[in-house]
């Protein structure tokens, strides 16, 4: 076991150099830099510039300053908001991680019973209703569903904001915008998982022998079941932490995502990087958390 | 399974707990006096000397005050600011400022005339890189120490070669401007080829090699162009000097025009007479910092050092920091050592980096915000209807045009241009698409004080019809490939769009519409690379050469590829007239010499719509949106 996380933590730091060396060229080759301004910078100070950054050295030169700040734990500085990343990333990173925790939470507190009883009473009513709601959850983007909560809902209860950031009530809407979809793909995952386990022969064996439906969907069931959202989920918290950009601007939330597409279409060289490194470690951590609750739920991976 | 979840709800409440936070509402902020502002971004840092932008002019006009104020109402009125007087000579080319005598900085040390030498000759310093110390230009002296103009005190001045200035004036100091710099970025100047070594040298000048480079040069004289019949002892000396000099600051021999006469009085000289100076000092990149905090945390030619962090900042204006949290709010509070601490009646400003326009809308119908940055197109005629005590519709210094690509094949055609831009229905692109009540632009600058706008375009189809038929394409409109390139911002495409109709429906041209995010169209437009492109510009202060000054050639504004000696001159002979009046009139003059040759065309001049709740009180309609803050009052 520890050989195999050991390992994994291994390919994951291979994964993470190799992703900061695509971002670090890749970045450098979309058209406009970090000192393109609305407006223009004479030559001289656009110079300047350029060496206060150390962009004017070449790449490869610059690709190992970047190495050697990293090595001495910083990040650089963010060139277009003129604040150290390691301060913006800190700042932020709790936010996101608030909103994707809570977000989580809703997706799991909703998807998965909604998948398990889909599959219990499949080919139902219920089972086609839950899987029609899951496919529109699936199907609606975030920034219909945000809008229209801020509109519909927040304006009619009293603890409810339409946007900003302040106390728990603030989390609500948008972990419940950025929860619903996953929501809906767990719900559909659940199901699948779930109606594949229940038609195995040592469900039907365990029904043989006269054990209560209720014992033999949380204690036999439920650990097969569970699998494939499972997997599902470790990355898709990764999601949720990283990827909540429109969630964030509609409800006005501080989190990271902006940050990683601001960073972007701005050509916040340091900025970037940094942003890309940090999510490069959460999805390699959540993988690798995931892997590990899966070996534990299934002991055929454990060899 | 059972654990997860009992760990995921107990950070979930472990945070709870720790981040709780009781909700104000607006009714309470109202009551406590603190206004809350959307303001679109997160700034790019609060230091007056690096920012560029209105939102970060926002938040530093809170903090910071100039030598003069805005006037609530009147804006001709110069109020007291740090300054409590100001006395120009007779012909404006010297200007005396008094500062307040109680003047002091939010940690309670005086405000004095030494931190404006200071403050200037840190914007000015040329390894500091501002990008705006063009403003402070006017002052004498001033361009040759920003840009580095070193031959003026090494050569022109020096002892050892000031007899013989004429026979080497000549020599490449400011390196040459036709070439692209931007090739040699990222290389090594030793990693080059000869024929490249010259080329570097030539497209810098003397004045902008390191040390090494000339080094090099020394060694090897030949890479780089020296005038002829220049001696080899001659170019020794000035090369000696050069590198003798390297790194040096000559803010001591440039002899800038700012003077601390005692610790209160300030004395500006400037290169030619500027009546607009007590306008200028309201900008902020006019502000003074603090001496004594900047040096506490680097030094004076170092930018992004930690005085503008929220521990550190302190600032001379009505309030002072309170708390930045990133991308979250900046809270500013009244500042007890402010030399007018009774004037100002709010007890703080909030700022909220709302980028999302929509969101923001939302926010203030929801009572969460006294004052909204912006307002969506879309939402004016809704807002007008629903909320019209609210809805602001105030005229704005700035104007929007189209850029026409003067160096292309087809648009160097001057009735083309014409006919594109008496073929441009401003009125029906603001009625359908803008919708903000802009006005229809006649020439580039807005009517602003005493200056009348000149008539230089309309629309007139007949007229474009005309000039189409002069050009070449006049039979086979559809043999014309010219693009038009925008931005992917909300609105644009649409923009786009009604252009297209416009020269299609008049000329039976079909141009080709190319949409780019923002960097990507801001890098095209810098470098020419377009046919037809949208823009505009915002003025810094309110007088025209703050729209005219940017079509100089060379100037990195103008990205047209138009430029014109008479239009120069007559900015030149302007800038040098004492009379105001007279001087405004060689301005219009100037505007109209550009607007004959129609390297662009004018649209609108904008408006700003956006929210004010109705508690605020002495929010009044500013041509820069520059209100004063502490006149400002909120009340139940």
């Known amino acids: 076991m520890l050989k195999t996380i050991l390992d994994r933590l291994l390919q994951g730091i291979v994964v993470i150099i190799c992703l900061l060396t695509l971002t670090f060229f890749l970045i450098r080759l979309v058209p406009g830099d970090p000192l393109t301004d609305e407006k223009a910078m004479p030559p001289q100070v656009r110079a300047e510039n350029m060496k206060i950054f150390k962009l004017d050295k070449s790449q490869p030169v610059q690709y190992l300053y970047y190495w050697k700040t990293l090595l001495q734990g910083e990040m650089g500085i963010s060139i277009k908001k003129r604040q150290p990343v390691s301060m913006i990333i800190s700042q932020s990173f709790p936010v996101s991680v608030i909103i994707g925790i809570t977000g989580m939470f809703i997706a799991v507190i909703i998807g998965i019973p909604a998948g398990i009883i889909a599959a219990l009473k499949h080919n139902s009513l219920i089972d086609n209703g839950t899987m029609f709601l899951a496919m529109l959850g699936i199907s609606i983007p975030t920034f219909v569903v945000g809008p229209i909560l801020a509109k519909f809902v927040a304006t009619q209860v009293p603890f409810l904001k339409v946007a900003g950031w302040g106390g728990p009530f603030d989390w609500i809407l948008p972990a419940i915008t950025l929860g619903l979809g996953t929501a809906a793909y767990l719900a559909r995952i659940t199901r699948a998982g779930m109606l594949d386990i229940l038609s195995q022969d040592f469900i039907r064996t365990a029904k043989a022998k006269g054990a209560d439906q209720k014992s033999i969907i949380i204690k036999h069931a439920l650990k097969g079941g569970l699998v494939p959202a499972i997997a599902y989920i470790g990355p898709a918290f990764a999601m949720l932490i990283t990827g909540s950009f429109v969630v964030e601007t509609i409800f006005q939330v501080p989190g990271m995502g902006q940050h990683f597409v601001n960073a972007t279409k701005e050509r916040d060289y340091f900025l970037l990087q940094g942003m890309v490194l940090l999510f490069g470690v959460l999805i390699v951590m959540v993988n690798l958390a995931a892997d590990i609750l899966l070996t534990y739920l299934n002991p055929r991976l454990r060899s | ?636």
């Open chain 2, 1 to 636: 399974m059972k654990q997860a979840f009992l760990l995921i709800s107990s950070i979930a409440a472990s945070l709870c707990l720790c981040h709780c936070e009781s909700k104000s509402t607006l009714a309470d902020y109202t009551k406590e006096k603190i206004l809350v502002m959307g303001n679109s971004n997160e700034p790019g840092g609060l230091d007056p000397h690096v920012v560029t932008g209105v939102l970060e002019s926002n938040i530093l006009r809170s903090m910071f005050e100039g030598l003069c104020v805005e006037d609530p109402v009147d804006a001709s009125i110069h109020r007291k600011g740090a300054a409590v007087s100001w006395t120009p000579n007779d012909d404006f080319t010297e200007w005396t400022f008094k500062l307040q005598p109680n003047g002091k900085w939010s940690d309670g040390e005086d405000v004095t005339a030494h931190d404006y030498v200071f403050s200037y000759h840190r914007i000015l310093s040329p390894t500091f890189g501002a990008k705006y110390a063009s403003m402070l230009h006017y002052i004498k002296g001033a361009k040759d120490y920003n840009q580095k103009n070193n031959e003026v005190y090494l050569i022109k001045n020096h002892s050892n070669f000031k007899d013989r200035w004429e026979s080497l004036k000549n020599i490449n100091y400011r390196g040459d401007s036709s070439i692209d710099k931007k090739q040699f970025e990222g290389t090594k100047f030793a990693d080059l080829k000869t024929n490249d070594k010259r080329n570097y040298t030539k497209a810098f000048g003397l004045n902008h090699l390191s040390k090494e480079v000339l080094l090099q040069i020394k060694k090897d004289p030949s890479l780089f162009k020296w005038t002829d019949n220049l001696d080899k002892v001659s170019q020794e000396s000035i090369l000696d000097t050069y590198i003798a000099s390297s790194g040096k600051d000559f803010w001591d021999l440039a002899n800038v025009g700012v003077t601390a006469i005692d610790r209160h009085t300030l004395k500006i000289n400037l290169n030619a007479p500027v009546p607009f100076l007590p306008d200028l000092t309201k900008h902020y990149t006019w502000f003074a910092v603090p001496k004594h905090i900047v040096l506490k945390h680097g030094t004076i030619s170092e930018p992004n050092t930690k005085w503008t962090n929220p521990e550190n900042l302190v600032s001379n204006g009505p309030f002072k920091m309170k708390t930045w949290k990133f991308n979250y709010k900046i809270e500013v509070e009244r500042n007890p050592h402010y030399w007018d601490f009774e004037t100002v009646k709010l007890n703080g400003i909030i700022f909220l980096p709302i980028s999302n326009s929509y969101t923001e809308t939302r926010m203030f119908y929801n009572d969460q915000l006294h004052i909204t940055y912006n307002l969506p197109s879309e939402m004016i005629e809704y807002s007008k209807k629903n909320y019209p005590q609210y809805t602001r519709q105030e005229t704005y210094l700035g104007t929007n045009f189209l850029r026409f690509n003067n160096t292309q094949e087809e648009l160097k055609d001057i009735n083309l241009r014409k006919a594109i831009a008496y073929a441009t229905n401003s009125d029906s692109l603001i009625k359908y698409v803008k919708k903000g009540g802009q006005k229809v632009a006649t020439g580039i600058t807005p009517p602003m004080g005493q200056y009348k706008a000149i008539n230089s375009i309309e629309f007139n189809p007949t007229k474009a019809k005309e000039y189409f038929a002069k050009t070449k394409f006049a039979n086979n409109p559809e043999d014309l490939k010219i693009t038009l390139l925008t931005t992917d911002k909300d609105g644009a495409k649409t923009e786009a769009e009604a252009f297209y109709a416009m020269w299609s429906d008049t000329l039976g041209i079909k141009i080709q519409i190319e949409q780019r995010e923002w960097t990507s169209y801001q890098d095209r437009m810098s470098k020419i690379d377009y046919g037809i492109v949208t823009g505009g510009w915002v003025g810094d202060y309110p007088d025209p050469t703050t729209f005219l000054d940017m079509w100089k050639k060379g100037d990195g504004n103008n990205r047209t590829g138009w430029s014109s000696s008479a239009y120069e001159e007559k900015l030149k002979v302007a800038s040098l007239t004492k009379d105001p009046m007279q001087r405004l009139s060689i301005l219009r003059e100037a505007e109209s010499i550009m607007m004959a040759d129609m390297p662009i065309a004018p649209l609108y001049w904008k408006t700003s719509n956006y929210l004010v709740h109705k508690s605020v009180k002495n929010w009044n309609p500013m041509i820069m949106k520059n209100q004063p803050y502490k006149f400002i009052d909120l009340e139940q």
